[in-house]
């Protein structure tokens, strides 16, 4: 009879080294994430201040951050939704994150209040206001730097693997 053995102490250690490197990676993927949303939250702010948006305070750029995925799956930088004040000397209390979506996509004009209708003649040719699109200009440049953070994170996660 014959007999065929293997060692597995080289099949063990692989595997103990592959349980290791899986197990980093939820905090490799969290830190890349977190890199990556500061990087876009920059391009988001060059694109409003690029839109030809008077914001002398930089209040809009400021509302702008980013917000990782719940499962960590992605991050995104949007308005936060806190109140502001809005409108003629601040009479208004609007979302941050309406007040956002107002600029980026544009909105209606209102129109005249019905009551005099006889009298009112609207001088106003306009119906909507055209929006600034200024998350759809910082989009590209966001797709890029998201790859390169993307080929980064593997790099990142080959060094660690051929560390073990």
């Known amino acids: 009879m014959q007999e065929f053995t293997v060692d597995t102490a080289g099949w063990n250690a692989f ?31 060059e694109a409003v201040d690029r839109s030809g948006l008077n914001d002398s305070r930089g209040r809009v750029k400021l509302w702008q951050n980013p ?6 799956g992605y991050v995104a930088v949007r308005s936060d939704s806190v109140e502001v004040a809005a409108g003629y000397k601040d009479r208004q209390v609007l979302n941050a994150g309406a007040l956002t979506n107002f600029l980026s996509s544009g909105h209606k004009v209102r129109g005249p209040s019905g009551r005099a209708k ?8 306009m119906t909507r206001v055209n929006g600034l699109d200024f998350y759809g200009k910082a989009k590209a440049e966001s797709e890029k730097i998201a790859i390169q953070e993307a080929e980064d994170f593997l790099r990142r996660l080959t060094v660690t693997e051929l560390k073990l």
Do not use: S
């Open 15 to 45: 595997w103990d080294r592959w349980k290791n490197t899986i197990d980093k990676i939820p905090g490799l993927k969290e830190a890349m994430l977190e890199k990556l949303g500061g990087r876009v939250q920059g391009t988001v702010r």
């Open 118 to 125: 006889k009298r009112y003649h609207p001088r106003a040719r």
């Open 67 to 72: 917000h990782v995925g719940e499962g960590r």
